[in-house]
């Protein structure tokens, strides 16, 4: 069928950097790899950090829950691999520092889990209607689902229906819109009927009306390939396209909402309170094999990319595997790496420490040389703000960053607050364009944790 690439919806501001996709756009999700080891973080989402239902030597079956807690914002956790519990112990954690995992060993017999992932399963003899709503919900909280696209917010308490905001429109977020990162894109061309059984329930447990799929429009392939699935599966007219004209970030839910629906989210609300519902194409088809198959959410797809790496590629990987076994897989390092990233270059975090392991929310592992930092940025060279105003044109969220940055400068947490420095999302867009080399979102970021140190040293 006939499917219309061009990107007709954006938004204010936003930049355009290079997006680097061409190193792995046309690398197959690789199965086979599997760790020896698996840390399996017990704080891996917004919300109540899990407690553990393990002890050390305690032997664990691939798909058991681990790892718990009863509170309502909350996900558990569970063994991606079949082995025996080495201990529970501090591991590197990239927002933490460090944080509680439980150490898997592995079983030297067990083999690498490859997912159901086409049309035999999630086809045409799929049928949302044999489940009910309880029992969509169910499975995704025992499941342990969380948002993939980088927020972790539990996808049990997300998709539930809430008399109070009653959801109207069911947006997917297929845009992938940091450069570098194809995970994303990768699923929806190799995943397609497995994200779309996994709209299709998540639209029946929120009530939805109405459902768009949003993808960038330099993804032509991934447009094309979901389009002919709805067709193939007669859902014309009950799912959309909607082609988002590529600039970054398009794939905030906030820019996301504005392109496609016009609206806006309210500073500091969140999307159901305008009736939009937003879950990452990842998402979706962790939903599906929850529902479907039953299975936990253990694995997932990880782009292992950038200049400093030898063969980048993508990757099913067990959650709980080092950053280091995944680099050591895709050839390893240059001799020009510099920067190990987790994320993208934009709002992805530098680590120092490659025995970090990847967690639910982890869709990539980025390594940049000295040349993709620039020599200026390398360096650590800032200039004086020129006044030029590029961070405000850049804003995707309208605000003055420079303003809330010389604010957290100069220690005026008061005034920070007041220049709307919680309605930052901290894509790093005035940062790349600051001619002066000013970590701008750098200072938005201590600046908003300042704030909450401070209101916690308040409430005590």
């Given at each position: 069928?006939?499917?219309?690439?061009?990107?007709?919806?954006?938004?204010?501001?936003?930049?355009?950097?290079?997006?680097?996709?061409?190193?792995?756009?046309?690398?197959?999700?690789?199965?086979?790899f599997t760790g020896?080891?698996?840390?399996?973080?017990?704080?891996?989402?917004?919300?109540a950090v899990c407690q553990p239902l393990v002890s050390k030597s305690d032997e664990v079956e691939e798909g058991q829950k681990i790892g718990e807690n009863e509170a309502f914002v909350s996900a558990p956790v569970h063994c991606p691999i079949k082995g025996k519990v080495k201990g529970i112990e501090l591991r590197p954690h990239a927002v933490l520092g460090r944080s509680e995992a439980i150490i898997i060993e592995g079983d030297s017999e067990e083999r690498a889990r490859r997912p159901s992932e086409g049309e035999d399963v999630f086809g045409s003899a799929f049928d949302e209607s044999q489940y009910t709503?309880?029992?969509?919900?169910?499975?995704?909280?025992?499941?342990?689902i969380v948002g993939m696209g980088g927020a972790g917010f539990p996808t049990?308490?997300?998709?539930?229906?809430?008399?109070?905001?009653?959801?109207?429109?069911?947006?997917?977020?297929?845009?992938?819109?940091?450069?570098?990162?194809?995970?994303?894109?990768?699923?929806?061309?190799?995943?397609?009927?497995?994200?779309?059984?996994?709209?299709?329930?998540?639209?029946?447990?929120?009530?939805?009306?109405?459902?768009?799929?949003?993808?960038?429009?330099?993804?032509?392939?991934?447009?094309?390939?979901?389009?002919?699935?709805?067709?193939?599966?007669?859902?014309?007219?009950?799912?959309?396209?909607?082609?988002?004209?590529?600039?970054?970030p398009q794939g905030?839910?906030?820019?996301?909402?504005?392109?496609?629906?016009?609206?806006?989210?309210?500073?500091?609300?969140?999307?159901?309170?305008?009736?939009?519902?937003?879950?990452?194409?990842?998402?979706?088809?962790?939903?599906?094999?929850?529902?479907?198959?039953?299975t936990a959410l253990t694995h997932r797809v990880v782009t292992v990319t950038g200049e400093g790496i030898k063969e980048p590629s993508n990757y099913y990987a067990a959650i709980g595997t080092s950053v280091e076994e995944l680099i050591d897989f895709s050839g390893g390092l240059t001799e020009e790496?510099?920067?190990?990233?987790?994320?993208g270059p934009m709002m992805g975090i530098s680590i120092a420490d490659l025995s970090t392991p990847i967690t639910k929310t982890t869709g990539a592992i980025t390594v940049l040389t000295r040349e993709q930092i620039g020599e200026a940025k390398f360096s650590g060279r800032q200039t004086a703000c020129i006044r030029c105003g590029r961070c405000l044109l850049a804003c995707p969220e309208n605000l003055n960053p420079t303003k809330i940055a010389h604010a957290v400068k100069n220690n005026m947490l008061d005034l920070a607050k007041k220049y709307y420095i919680s309605g930052c999302m901290e894509c790093g867009a005035c940062s790349y364009v600051c001619p002066a080399n000013i970590e701008l979102t750098g200072y938005i970021k201590t600046g908003k944790i300042l704030i909450a140190k401070e209101k916690k040293t308040n409430a005590e």
């Open positions: 069928m006939k499917t219309d690439r061009k990107g007709s919806f954006t938004f204010p501001g936003g930049v355009h950097p290079s997006d680097k996709k061409n190193l792995t756009a046309d690398s197959k999700i690789q199965y086979g020896k080891e698996s840390a399996i973080m017990l704080c891996q989402h917004i919300g709503s309880e029992q969509i919900c169910q499975a995704i909280r025992e499941a342990g049990a308490v997300k998709i539930g229906i809430n008399a109070k905001q009653p959801k109207e429109v069911l947006i997917v977020n297929g845009c992938e819109c940091e450069p570098y990162i194809t995970c994303d894109y990768r699923i929806m061309l190799e995943w397609t009927y497995k994200i779309l059984a996994g709209v299709r329930l998540a639209q029946k447990v929120s009530g939805c009306s109405k459902v768009l799929i949003a993808i960038e429009d330099n993804k032509p392939e991934a447009i094309e390939a979901m389009s002919e699935a709805i067709s193939k599966l007669s859902m014309d007219g009950k799912i959309g396209i909607a082609a988002v004209k590529t600039k970054y905030g839910e906030r820019q996301l909402i504005k392109s496609v629906l016009k609206r806006n989210v309210p500073t500091g609300g969140i999307p159901p309170m305008i009736g939009v519902l937003v879950l990452n194409v990842a998402t979706t088809a962790a939903i599906a094999e929850a529902v479907v198959e039953g790496a510099v920067e190990v990233i987790l994320g």
